[in-house]
């Protein structure tokens, strides 16, 4: 058992722009913190409006031993709750999505409004007070459709600069009038440390990813200019050519495209709209769009992909015809949930407007081949041979952020238990 | 074949019902809060020839298969495509299964045209039409094709419908008889809701009110269509008033397919009788109980031996949700259900006591 301060200081001595030590990537202890401080007080992407379309709809998710219910009421509102019945503490419900009335536990029958009040007790005396027995509340927040929740008493209030700044460049896609086409849960054999890192990186895409690669160039996120062979700075040159010339056509109907970079905020993230190759049109294998039916008004299909990431969970490619959506959970320190989902214009019929072949497949092989990666990873960190190795400041500079604002995020959190233990 | 006496469009083959039998949804219009029309065509161009009033009959797959006919709403003068007209039935599984599946694009096995309910609203007779409802769906092909081949000749169209929100085609009725000075137009409603301004007649159809929509209704054929409650009390109606009933031609909307809501969505507005019992039927096992005034779905089918699942008894669990099949009734629940479920045939029978004679899956 490591013990806090062991973790404490493992913490402090971390090296910038070295990957993090061993413990951080295997150690159940750590796993338990992250659960605790990471997960347990930030904003959580958990996922999107169109999982619950009408009153009465509702998704669990976990996160840690936690269970939550996000359940959309009468008026349309979202609410979120511990799914946990506040008689025996029984979970109320056991679907990862279904369609209720109120919420009944099975158990006993304890019965709960959609705004959590309990209203129903039998055989419970009438000395009981039902108004102290309502279930307990978590935040949540749709932001353009993508729903983040929060279970911390008191939540990040920078989610408010996330909104802001990502509305204008979400809400053109239109998540309201989306469905979702497939979606799909992968687990990762890896810390989630991992999936997070391996994703703020295309180093390795050249190597790996063979379809994500065709519409989508490694560049965008960064090279080392002097290594580049011929054919590599031909690449780089048309590449920043294309994204010059596309931001401003994009931005003149009205698309928000530049890089936002809030990567250091609490409720971290970073968006800017990406020039696609070829066509253009999207994450296909021919880079045209996968539905036919573009989304919101969108009259043009040559929009390129909007990436939005957050920390610490998630990240998000918008297209022109269709929204794909990651949120990454953990669940041991060496396991890891990655929930992928698909949205296409809701009145886009399969078969008709679109195949679920062709819109799934770029994103289900990346996936599978990041596993891989993420496995080997998580492998390595296991070895005594291990040690934090540096991350190229030209392509990993993003994987340095995250690195960076987990161990900012840890730090606060023992700096204020200090805080605490001082006051008492 | 004197190819050069048609132009290029009559060229399309006629639709044959020994040989075709597959229709593509081609659009689907909402008409009112609970009813579609639904527009198909054939695979390749088909010309359909059918007489105004006829229905085509539809295989949908649910529950494993069920066949329902629907009466082509469509004017037999625009032969490219056909066009049926349906109501959402609480319970009915053929209209929900339209309803919530059928989109353009999709496809669907039919047989027809067939069915013998047909006017010629241009020719000599003078002609009254009455429909309530979805039975309205006939008359509009009728009143639509004379439209479209000259001008109905003299035709009093009346209509039924439960509030001003229900009418369906009011418009384009409207439209028609602006268009068309033969064409008188009547509605009138059970209700009219604060909602929708109304200045029609406003109750259920009475001999009196009759006399002031089409006063010389005893000298014209009558075309009557609607649930089976509504016929009979028109027949009624005009036996009373010594009508010919030789001239009288009636048609149920539904061909005894989906019976279930419409027919007691009208008896559920027949005069309230303050004692009156209704008739509890449960077809799957074959019960049925007579219950009277106040009396819970779940108590009737307790007194009638059986034991359905139940928890809280007062609506919030949701527990004993089921299936009303017909029917109609008063549902004060606690949360236990929600309005789309409601929407599709589903009541808390703990807190459901009838309106009307009901069937109820348990
Ligand atoms: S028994 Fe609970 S809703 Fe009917
Ligand atoms: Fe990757």
Redesign the interface.
């Known amino acids: 058992m490591r013990s806090t301060s062991e973790i404490q200081s493992l913490v402090n001595r971390r090296q910038k722009n070295k990957s993090l030590e061993a413990p951080f990537y295997n150690a159940a202890e750590i796993l338990d913190l992250d659960i605790d401080v990471i997960f347990g007080k930030h904003w959580i992407f958990v996922a999107v409006d169109p999982e619950l379309p009408?009153?009465?709809d509702c998704v669990t998710v976990e996160i840690g031993n936690a269970s939550i219910l996000i359940l959309r009421g009468?008026d349309m509102e979202l609410r979120a709750f511990h799914n946990v019945c506040r008689h025996r503490g029984a979970r109320l419900i056991d679907e990862r999505a279904t369609?209720?009335?109120?919420i009944?536990c099975r158990y006993h029958?304890w019965?709960y409004?959609?705004d959590g009040e309990l209203?129903?007790a039998?055989h419970m005396g009438s000395g009981f007070d039902k108004s102290c027995h309502g279930l307990k509340t978590v935040h949540v927040r749709s932001i353009a459709g993508l729903i983040f929740i929060c279970l911390a008493k008191d939540a990040p209030e920078d989610i408010e600069d996330l909104a802001r700044t990502m509305e204008p460049y979400i809400a053109p896609h239109d998540i309201a009038h989306c469905k979702v086409a497939h979606s799909s849960e992968l687990i990762e054999e890896g810390n989630w440390k991992l999936t997070m890192e391996n994703n703020r990186e295309c180093y390795h895409c050249e190597g790996n990813h063979p379809q994500l690669t065709v519409p989508l160039s490694e560049f965008g996120f960064g090279f080392s200019p002097d290594e580049l062979d011929e054919r590599r700075s031909g690449d780089v040159k048309k590449y920043l050519e294309s994204v010059a010339r596309d931001h401003q056509r994009w931005e003149s109907c009205g698309l928000p495209s530049a890089e936002e970079d809030h990567l250091a905020n609490v409720t971290g993230f970073r968006t800017m709209r990406l020039p696609l190759s070829w066509e253009g049109e999207s994450h296909t294998l021919d880079t045209k769009v996968a539905s036919k039916k573009l989304l919101g008004s969108f009259t043009d299909a040559k929009l390129g992909g909007l990436s939005f990431w957050t920390h610490p969970n998630s990240w998000h490619h918008f297209m022109s015809d269709h929204i794909v959506t990651f949120s990454v959970l953990p669940l041991a320190p060496n396991r890891t949930l990655v929930r992928t989902t698909w949205l296409v214009h809701k009145d886009a019929?399969e078969n008709?407007d679109y195949t679920l072949d062709n819109l799934t497949q770029v994103w289900t092989m990346t996936n599978l081949q990041d596993a891989m990666l993420v496995r080997l990873a998580q492998l390595g960190s296991e070895q005594p041979a291990y040690e934090p190795g540096p991350y190229s400041t030209f392509t990993e500079p993003h994987v340095e952020a995250f690195c960076d604002w987990y161990i900012k995020r840890l730090q606060n959190h023992f700096a204020e238990t200090k805080a605490e233990l001082a006051a008492e | 074949m004197a190819d050069e006496k048609l132009t290029e469009v009559t060229r399309v083959p006629l639709w044959d019902p020994e040989q075709d039998d597959v229709l593509v949804c081609r659009q689907v219009r909402q008409e009112t809060h609970d009813v579609k029309t639904f527009v198909f065509s054939g695979r390749e161009p088909r010309a359909f020839r059918f007489y105004p009033g006829q229905y085509m009959t539809f295989d949908l797959p649910v529950e494993g298969m069920v066949t329902r006919c629907y009466t082509i709403s469509a004017s037999a003068a625009r032969p490219y495509r056909v066009e049926i007209t349906v109501k959402r039935v609480p319970g009915g599984p053929g209209s929900n299964w339209l309803h919530d599946y059928m989109?353009?694009?999709k496809e669907v096995n039919v047989s027809g045209p067939g069915g013998e309910f047909t006017a010629d609203a241009t020719g000599e007779d003078k002609l009254l039409f009455l429909s309530a409802g979805s039975g309205i769906t006939p008359m509009m092909s009728m009143t639509r094709t004379a439209c479209d081949l000259s001008e109905p000749s003299d035709l009093h169209f009346v209509h039924a419908a439960r509030s001003p929100a229900d009418i369906i085609f009011r418009d384009e009725l409207a439209l028609l008889a602006t268009q068309n000075p033969s064409l008188k137009l009547a509605f009138t409603c059970e209700t009219a809701s604060a909602n929708h301004s109304w200045s029609g007649y406003t109750g259920r159809l009475s001999l009196q009110m009759l006399s002031l929509m089409s006063p010389d209704f005893l000298e014209r054929k009558i075309f009557c269509c609607g649930p089976a409650l509504f016929m009979e009390g028109v027949r009624n109606m005009l036996q009373q008033a010594g009508f010919n009933m030789e001239k009288y031609y009636e048609e149920s909307f539904d061909f005894g397919a989906e019976t279930a809501g419409d027919l007691e969505e009208y008896a559920s507005v027949a005069p309230e009788i303050s004692d009156q019992t209704f008739r509890v039927s449960f077809p799957k096992t074959g019960h049925v109980v007579e219950c009277g005034p106040g009396m819970t779905v779940l108590s009737a089918a307790r007194e009638a031996g059986l034991l359905p699942v139940s928890?809280?008894q007062?609506g919030?669990?949701?527990?004993c949700k089921s299936k009303l099949i017909s029917g109609q009734v008063d549902m004060q629940?606690?949360?236990?259900?929600?309005?789309?479920?409601i929407d599709q045939g589903k009541i808390l029978i703990c807190c459901s006591t009838p309106l009307s004679d009901i069937e109820v899956e348990i």
């Open positions: 009408e009153p009465g009468d369609t209720i009335g109120n009944v029958g019965s409004n959609e209203i129903l039998e019929i008709q | 989109v353009p694009g928890s809280c007062r919030i669990c949701g527990t629940h606690g949360g236990g259900i929600r309005q789309r479920e």
